[in-house]
Each structure stands twice: as structure tokens, then as C-alpha cells.
């Protein structure tokens, strides 16, 4: 049996989680201990490794308990299936990993290597996708709209836009190793760029900015994608977006 506090530790999660998650039935404890005290046996830490699992892979908590509780659940596929995808995340972190090498030699000057080399790692479309996804944080003809003005542009034109918008996120990056403030004309400037570059796809107003910029650090595969470039740039491009909306009302 695991007291709260030990099976917190092992699992790296703090108290308060597991408070949180037997209060939403997501984990219970197995028993109380005559002090009134949360016991946890091995079921129970098997059953939150699975939460965790699950967590990593970005499923709402919700969606995790309907998953455990089916009657067709079984542990040994769930963590077949788990080993899977962790392999295809550790296959694909590697390429991250070597790009941001890569672009940090980039951003400074030691390395003479192709624009296109900074993004091995990023899907093909991905650019195209997350647009698309941030749409329907609105209205679902925009949507509509937008894949018709994609479709429109042909495979080359495509390419094209997606290769703009991704250079953009290196001269954010550029911006940030320079410290360039967020006031600057630099950084207005590439803000500028990256509103225009999003009207290829909609065109959002000026009050949608902001919150779509935001997005792009409380998205984790947005913030995984950004920050693997430069640690830190997704917020960083939240609140470049920010200050421009705020200069642009005031």
C-alpha cells in the first residue's frame, strides 16, 4: 500500500492532483487507514500510470476515465498501444531534437545550411492543419472558406505559403536572440508578416489575434513545434501578438 504523499512522489504529481482526481471519480483510494488516511494499492497505481499515459498523449481527463472504465478495457493492449506511440514521440523529439541544433547554428552564424533544414521534423501540412483547427475556435463557415481558399491556390502555391509562414517563427526566434523588445519595429514588422500570412488561409480581426497567438502556448502540440525551434518563442509570439493588437487599438 501507498500512502498519498508516496505514491504522489513516485509518480511525480503533487497531492493536490490526487485529491483532484478522486473527486471527480477519476482515481479513488483503495482504502482508509483507521487514521483516515488514503491508501493505494498496486491496481490503483497501475490505474494512475494509465492516467498519466493518457495525459502525455493529451486526451482530456474526461475522456481518460470513459477509456479505463469501458468493460472492454485491458491493460496489456492499452500499454501495447502506449509503447507504440511513445516510440513514434521519441522517433520524431530526435529529428526535433537535431533541427533545433541545427537552427541554433543557424542563429549564429555558424552554419551556411538550407532554410529548408530547419524544419526536418515538422509534418508536411502541419502549418495548413493547425490554421485550420484555431478557425474553429470562431465560426465553422470560416472553416468552410478557408478550405476552398486553400484548395484554390494549387500544390506550388501551397508550398509556397507554408514555407512563409514557417520562416516566420525563425525571425521571431532571430528577434528573441537579439532581445529584441517586443515594442521594437523589428518585431512589429514580423507580426505584420504573420498577420498577412494568415489571410492566405482567413482573415481574422484584429481582436482574434490575440487569442489565437495565445494559443499557440497553451496548445501543446503547437508549443512543442514553436519552442523546438527556440525554448520559450510560442510565448514569446503570444505576447509580440499581444502588444501589436494593444498598439494597434490604442
Known amino acids: 500500500m501507498y500512502q498519498i504523499h508516496e505514491l504522489a512522489a513516485r509518480a511525480g504529481i503533487t497531492v493536490r492532483t490526487l485529491h483532484h482526481y478522486d ?12 487514521a483516515g488516511h488514503r491508501l493505494y494499492d498496486d491496481d490503483a497505481a497501475l490505474r494512475l500510470q494509465q492516467i ?16 479505463l472504465d469501458a468493460p472492454d ?39 551556411g545550411m538550407e532554410k529548408a533544414g530547419i524544419f ?5 501540412g502541419e502549418e495548413e492543419l493547425y490554421s485550420k483547427e484555431a478557425e474553429k ?3 465553422p463557415e470560416t472553416v468552410r472558406e ?29 528577434a528573441m536572440e537579439e532581445n529584441r523588445g517586443l515594442e521594437s519595429k523589428e518585431v512589429e514588422a514580423i507580426v505584420e508578416r504573420w498577420r498577412k ?21 497553451e496548445d501543446s502540440r ?16 503570444g505576447r509580440a501578438v499581444g502588444v501589436y493588437v494593444a498598439n494597434k487599438k490604442a
Open 197 to 217: 500570412n494568415l489571410e492566405h488561409y482567413w482573415t481574422p480581426e484584429l481582436e482574434q489575434l490575440e487569442p489565437l497567438a495565445r494559443h499557440y502556448s
Open 137 to 139: 475556435m470562431y465560426d
Open 52 to 67: 498519466l499515459f493518457y495525459r502525455e498523449l493529451g486526451l482530456p481527463l474526461a475522456e481518460i476515465g470513459a477509456l
Open 23 to 34: 473527486r471527480m471519480g477519476l482515481l479513488h483510494p483503495s482504502r482508509h487507514s483507521p
Open 146 to 174: 478557408s478550405n476552398r481558399r486553400w484548395k484554390g491556390y494549387g500544390a506550388a502555391r501551397q508550398k509556397e505559403i507554408l514555407e512563409e509562414g514557417k520562416l516566420l517563427y525563425i525571425d521571431f526566434a532571430t
Open 222 to 237: 503547437f508549443k512543442e513545434n514553436i519552442d523546438s525551434i527556440k525554448p520559450g518563442l510560442a510565448e514569446f509570439i
Open 120 to 124: 526536418d521534423g515538422f509534418t508536411p
Open 73 to 111: 478495457f485491458d491493460l496489456l493492449r492499452a500499454l501495447e498501444t502506449h509503447r507504440e506511440e511513445l516510440g513514434k514521440r521519441i522517433v520524431r523529439l530526435q529529428r526535433l531534437r537535431r533541427t533545433v541544433d541545427n537552427t541554433m547554428a543557424y542563429l549564429k552564424g555558424e552554419s
